[in-house]
Antibody, heavy 119, light 107 residues
């Protein structure tokens, strides 16, 4: 059974850092493109980043480029999002998601973890 | 970036009704178009991909169509459990982008 479980969210001050994790079971993350997508309170979905196979090539949205870093640990089946220089507008629920067949649509999602950036 | 515009922003319809939600892309997305359903407090669920292919376990009352820049999601006979927000997403080119969502209320 496929399961994605995010962790690491919480309250952080502007300018601070946070690292989100996504623990995966039911498949190997080395076999699929993985992504982070967020949703600000009461707002729509925003794609942030993906990490591809087999070369770990990464893509980022302009809103997070240079501040966020996606990575994965194949041995531990973990996906990460390192978030630096956080801003109030980064406040959102952050989802990790698995690509359906490496095309860019998302078949499996985690339950999300809330990140609040506030002083 | 490709902009995705959904309409209507919200709609209300009765059980058994047929409803259609439209999504317009700012450029051709070559049928790389998915639809998601999201209920409050939950993660999105993939309904359709590649414009018209049903996701796993999705009821056949959901259907999709379109090409080029214009796409639509139709629910042929609304059920109470279809009350949700629906999002389109283009995955033709990164950054992948979502529509702003359509909130569907069941009367």
């Amino acid at each position: 059974q496929v399961q994605l479980v995010e962790s690491g969210g919480g309250l952080v001050k502007p300018g601070g850092s946070l690292r989100l994790s996504c623990a995966v079971s039911g498949f190997s993350i080395s076999d699929y493109r993985m992504s982070w997508i967020r949703q600000a309170p009461g707002k729509g979905l925003e794609w942030l980043s993906d990490i591809r196979i087999p070369d770990t090539y990464t893509n980022y949205a302009d809103s997070v480029k240079g501040r966020f870093t996606i990575s994965r640990d194949n041995a531990k089946n973990l996906l990460y999002l390192q978030m630096d220089s956080l801003r109030a507008e980064d406040t959102a629920v952050y989802y990790c998601a698995r690509d359906r067949q490496n095309f860019g649509d998302y078949e499996y999602w985690g339950q999300g973890t809330l990140v609040t950036v506030s002083s | 970036d490709i902009q995705m515009t959904q309409f209507p922003v919200s709609l209300s319809a009765s059980v058994g009704a047929r409803v259609t939600i439209t999504c317009r892309a700012s450029r051709d997305v070559r049928n790389s178009l998915a639809w998601y359903q999201q209920t409050p407090g939950k993660a999105p669920k993939l309904l359709l991909f590649a414009t018209s292919t049903l996701g796993s376990g999705v009821p056949s009352r959901f259907s999709g169509s379109g090409s080029g820049t214009d796409y639509s999601l139709t629910v042929s006979s609304l059920q109470p459990e279809d009350s949700a927000t629906y999002y389109c997403q283009q995955y033709y080119i990164t950054p992948y982008t979502f529509g702003q969502g359509t909130k569907l209320e069941i009367k």
